[in-house]
């Protein structure tokens, strides 16, 4: 099967499994359930791991680029939902898709009883999980990636309030929810903003379009926007503290997502955002976002350092690490050589014709 087929599979896969164990989760089993769920997110990694393998191998195309439904741009112009198989991106599925299976074999032993009688709840929420992260890791459109990253969110709240009979779960999903909510509502008005600017969605098209003009104050405070949701996902200083309190309150299987993969993922959506959208002569030059880039992760790294030395709740501890850890990953984004920054941009480049 030509690989850019497979694209679409990887984030169709999850969510065929979740409407399944929806539909039959009150009739099955436990153990069922779980099987199938674990069998829907296994393909999905197998899926990805084959697209990471036949990445970049000679073609006509320098990485595979499916259309999902047929609707390839006209004009120079594209409205549909495209998926890039680029290594990075590709790497980034197979990745959250074997921690989630790993998430779902170590939750059958965690949750004791099926929950709320409905032995399907827990992993069809895992697999959408699944299918967000996956569709935010390949897209190469922007739009797309804000509708993915906020499935993911969504799912997130509600796997964080799990235990919908107990009060802590429940504050510290509305927190996570209200704080998340904001960083998505700036990231959209930095969208709006380049669609106003440009008049496209996909990230090579504003890149190309960008690059055409010169940059100013519009387009920075796009990138501002943009960058600035992203950061909250991704945990950064100065809008961390909500991942302690999740983790504080959330069931360890969904901790495991939120620092094994969210936060991460959001990292990602910065340096990409920057790479294929803000790296030309119309965007931002490299020297400020380095400059900028380095200072955020450094004051991220050591306060997250700081804040976990001092906790004495195991889970709280482990976030404030996570928080440190994504200092260090935008450190390693800051240093990233322009002539790196380039190779990068080119990853979506298929997506402009």
């Not at 409905?118 to 992260?133: K, N, Y």
């Not at 935008?330 to 240093?335: C, E, K, N, P, T």
Request: some cysteine; aromatic content about 10%.
């Amino acid at each position: 099967m030509d690989t850019a087929r497979l694209l679409p599979l990887v984030v169709a896969a999850p969510l065929i499994g979740a409407a399944v164990l929806v539909a039959t989760g009150r009739r099955l089993p436990r153990l069922a359930s779980d099987v199938l769920g674990c069998a829907f997110a296994t393909a999905a990694a197998v899926l990805a791991l084959l697209v990471l393998f036949r990445a970049g191998r000679p073609g006509p195309e320098a990485y595979p680029v499916e259309w999902v439904g047929g609707w390839r741009p006209l004009g120079g112009s594209g409205v549909g939902i495209v998926l890039v198989g680029d290594p990075l991106g590709a790497g980034l599925a197979a990745l959250a898709s074997l921690l989630v299976v790993a998430v779902l074999v170590y939750s059958w032993r965690y949750f004791e009883e099926p929950p709320r009688r409905h032995t399907g709840s827990f992993p069809a929420l895992i697999l959408v999980f699944q299918a967000g992260m996956c569709g935010f890791a390949l897209t190469g459109d922007l739009f797309n990636a804000f509708v993915f990253f906020e499935l993911m969110g969504v799912v997130a709240y509600a796997l964080t309030g799990f235990r919908v009979e107990e009060p802590k779960p429940l504050q510290g999903a509305l927190a996570f929810g209200v704080v998340n909510s904001l960083g998505a509502y700036v990231t959209l008005l930095g969208i709006t903003l380049l669609y106003a600017r440009t008049g496209e969605l996909g990230f090579a098209h504003i890149g190309r379009k960008l690059d055409a003009g010169e940059p100013d104050g519009l387009v920075l405070a796009a990138f501002v926007l943009v960058t600035t949701g992203l950061l909250v996902k991704a945990a950064a200083v100065p809008f961390h503290f909500w991942l302690p309190d999740a983790h504080a309150v959330a069931p360890t299987p969904v901790c495991m997502l939120l620092s094994g993969v969210m936060v991460e993922l959001g990292v990602y959506g910065v340096a990409r955002v920057y790479w294929t959208v803000f790296a030309g002569p119309g965007g931002l030059a490299h020297p400020d976002f380095t400059r900028a880039l380095l200072v955020l992760g450094v004051l991220t790294a050591l306060l997250g350092a700081v804040m976990c030395w001092q906790q004495r709740h195991l889970k709280r501890l482990l976030a404030f690490s996570t928080v440190s850890h994504t200092g260090l990953f935008l450190i390693g984004v800051a240093v990233l050589t322009p002539r790196g920054s380039r190779a990068r941009r080119c990853t979506c480049s298929a997506t402009r014709e």
